[in-house]
DNA sequence: TATCATTAGTTGATATATCAATTATTAATC
DNA sequence: GATTAATAATTGATATATCAACTAATGATA
């Protein structure tokens, strides 16, 4: 049995995409602000704007296993990006918010993303844009289980 | 300023399809193949149909780095999937060979291979697909620095 | 209200991602 | 032919991905 080679897949065309985009947007943040990544910086615009999110409600956004968004929200801590506080309306959250050091973070954030987004996407019509967006959650769709 | 949310954007949109498509088939893999991952299943038909490859450019059609495919093929050299050679031609490089037990599996990964690529892809015309994949060819060009 | 199911989050084990630094070999240039 | 540059691969450090097992708290139901 003869496939299309995984190259030639419109999966494959995916992921290089993303990577690139991602490996493009890290450097952008990375030359302005440091010690951060990109996913943590998408994190800190979803706490900040949505800061009733429970943890496994970030990850999902953030596409991350509950785990792995553990590590990261205990490493942002860390890092000094965010405090944890005890929710008294539910016990087994937690209320996330962002340090002032992380305030200054995300007010310099949309600018660098807006850039990445439109080099990213420059010469790309939006229709055009959504039309493939469509077309990955059809993918996405076809692939529920 | 006010940016479009992360999770309206394209690039959410990209990450969502392919994400839910690796983990689709990951579990369709796993039901019929044991201990082998997605990406070592398409290194093993990479290798079998490329084997000069070095392990760089392995490693770039894998979407990995460097570093990660060394780890990788450790690992499928440790469960008994390849088997590394020197190679007399350039002593940087090895000769990567399939074991026997690779030989039988790489048999059967076409069919699931291409069961999980139409699932994923029921419904969508080759047209479109082709639209996307020129698109995101723009984003991949576009991110290059 | 006691039991059971669900939800939120953590931890352990293992694999992978990423960057930088390093070794070994080969290619290029003078 | 010695020096330098480029290539192939590895290693260390740190972060993240993934699955399964787990704790603790809340919700549902009998």
């Known amino acids: 049995m003869e496939i299309q080679h995984p190259s030639e897949t419109i999966f494959h065309a995916i992921e290089s995409a993303i990577k690139a985009y991602r490996k493009y947007a890290q450097q952008k943040i990375s030359e ?7 996913d943590q910086s998408l994190a800190l615009i979803y706490i900040k704007k949505h800061p009733e999110l429970t943890q496994n409600e970030l990850a999902e956004l953030l ?7 553990t590590r ?3 490493l942002m801590v860390k890092n000094g990006f965010v405090t944890r506080t005890i929710n008294d309306e539910d016990l087994r959250r937690y209320k996330l918010t962002l340090t002032k050091k992380a305030e200054i973070i995300v007010a310099k954030l949309p600018q660098i993303i807006q850039s990445n987004r439109a080099t990213a996407l420059d010469g ?4 055009d844009q959504e039309v493939v967006k469509e077309l990955l959650h059809d993918i996405k769709n076809n692939c529920k289980i």
């Open 72 to 74: 990261m929200i205990k």
């Open 32 to 38: 302005q602000i440091e010690g951060i990544t990109l």
């Open 124 to 127: 790309i019509t939006l229709a």
């Open 63 to 69: 596409f991350k296993d509950n785990a792995s968004l």
